[in-house]
């Protein structure tokens, strides 16, 4: 099962989906016969079987495979944190909570611990691509880079850059020192995975307040020099929009517009490439620019409601053109697995129509499109994964729901490892689906591949 498109699910009944040792698919057969031989269907392909290594997995009863989910946008180093935030709102977040977690993880021990356990608990909810911000600091930015990479998670992977506003500890000395320490990161990051098949770097201004003019400057020709990836975040909170506002007067940087939106666009930070964060409080104006810019806006709604910052218009975005993916934002949100966040993609959205937006509500298919297809175009991978095509990677998981409960054999303690889902057996496969996106959890997430290695196996 996969998303075709934003609206539409597609559903291959008994396939056989044939994966080469690159992990890219190159023969999708419908009704298979599952009862035959992997090696009759290889001639076929116009392969000598004893060429390729075959490897099987079927989908059983209540099983299915999906694509991989793509987590748009989060934090590595504040996975400790995931939970407590308390009553605070962005600003005093970071201050409290935020900055002193990041500014720990230089040291290199506490890092590794911290990264390994979120790629681990990541990978086990299904996640086989992340977008990370990690810390100001280089060793332990590429420290998480080496262990995507050894895990097999694709990642993109952000030293954070930030001169200014956070307090003396956790602060670039200057732009110049920025911008040195995130080229010294790109260029290991690149080292490690020369072809970027699996990590690559990603330019990362934390956001506006806590970047110079000159900074941002330096990194947005640094965007134009390499081509990279750029991620931030924008208009997620009002105070932040007020300090934006307050510290980038148009007339002093050479804006054409005074909103932040424009803050980037001036800085040469809005490219096809550019993941913008949240964009809960964009106007119209706003959202014109980055269509035009082709930048995406990763959609985090967990983080938006833990931190009281608001209900972004996920409809409003789509129908403008905006490419939309989905973030964890942890430790903004609270919890690892985006497909809680494709979830609460739809309540939110549901809370959007209660203002009398009734086409705001988001559907199944459209909330499982963001969070696999919809996420491959903002971390750069349209047309590579999000989907089970002939040319696409195998970035997949294994779903399984557990037998019928009207199987009468069936019962104990087998059911309570299958999760929360109860399928009685009568329920069409679109509404099976629609069990899982609202009771599903990791204890469905059978098996995970990532460019067809297998990554994460539940025990
Ligand atoms: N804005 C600047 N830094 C952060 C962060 O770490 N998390 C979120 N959600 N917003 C930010
Ligand atoms: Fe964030």
Redo the contacts with the bound molecule.
């Keep these: 099962i996969y998303p075709k498109t934003l609206t539409d699910l597609e559903y291959l009944h008994n396939t056989a989906v044939a994966v080469d040792q690159n992990g890219t698919i190159v023969a999708i057969e419908p009704d298979y016969d599952l009862s035959q031989a992997a090696s009759t269907f290889f001639p076929r392909l116009g392969w000598a079987p004893d060429s390729v290594s075959i490897h099987s997995s079927l989908a059983s009863h209540n099983q299915f495979f999906f694509p991989g989910f793509i987590d748009t ?1 989060l ?1 590595a180093p ?1 996975y400790p944190n995931v939970g407590i935030f308390g009553k605070s709102t ?1 600003l005093d ?2 201050e409290t909570y ?1 900055f002193p977690l ?1 500014a720990s993880l230089s040291d290199p021990a506490k890092a590794r611990t911290v990264y390994n356990r979120v790629i681990r608990k990541t990978l086990s909810h299904g996640t086989t691509c992340a977008a990370y ?1 990690a810390t100001k600091d280089v060793t332990t930015t590429n420290l998480l880079a080496d262990l995507c990479l050894r895990a097999g998670q694709r990642a993109l992977v952000g030293r ?1 850059c930030m001169d200014q506003l956070s307090p003396k500890y956790y602060r670039d000395a200057s732009a110049a020192d920025s911008v040195a320490a995130t080229r010294e990161s790109i260029t290991y990051i690149q080292s490690i995975d020369p072809t970027g098949a699996i990590v690559r770097p990603v330019i990362t201004p ?2 506006a ?2 970047c110079s003019a000159p900074l941002m400057a330096e990194l947005g020709k640094l965007a134009a020099e390499t081509g990279l990836p750029v991620q931030t ?1 924008i208009s ?2 009002e105070g ?1 929009i007020a300090l934006v506002k307050e510290m980038f007067p148009a007339k002093k940087i050479g804006a054409k517009g005074d909103t932040y939106t424009h803050v980037y666009d001036t800085f040469g930070l809005l490219t096809d490439k550019t993941i913008l ?2 964009g809960v409080h964009l106007s119209e104006e706003e959202v014109q620019i980055i269509k035009a810019r082709g930048s995406k806006v990763s959609h ?1 709604p967990c ?1 938006n409601s833990a ?1 009281t ?1 608001g209900a972004a218009r996920v409809r409003w975005l789509l129908e403008r053109g905006i490419e939309v993916g989905l973030g964890t ?1 942890m ?3 609270y919890s690892p697995s985006v497909l809680e966040m494709a979830r609460q993609a739809a309540l939110v959205s549901r809370h959007v129509a209660m203002g009398y937006r009734e086409r705001a509500k988001l559907t199944v298919e459209e909330v499982l499109y963001l969070a696999t297809k919809g996420g491959a175009e903002l971390v750069g991978m349209k047309g590579k994964v999000g989907g089970f095509e002939v040319g696409m990677e195998w970035d997949a998981q294994l779903i399984g729901l557990g037998r019928d409960v009207v199987d009468e054999e069936y019962e104990g303690e087998e059911k309570e490892e299958e999760g929360n889902v109860d399928v009685f057996g009568w329920e069409s496969w679109p509404n099976k689906v629609a069990k899982w996106l609202f009771n599903g959890d990791d204890r469905n997430t059978k098996k995970v591949w990532v460019k067809g290695r297998l990554v994460h196996e539940r025990k």
Excluded: I, K, M
């Design positions: 946008h934090h504040q962005l977040w970071l935020t990041e911000y954070v934390r956001f307040p806590s975040h997620e909170n932040e964060a949240h985090c983080s931190l910052s934002d430790s903004g949100g």
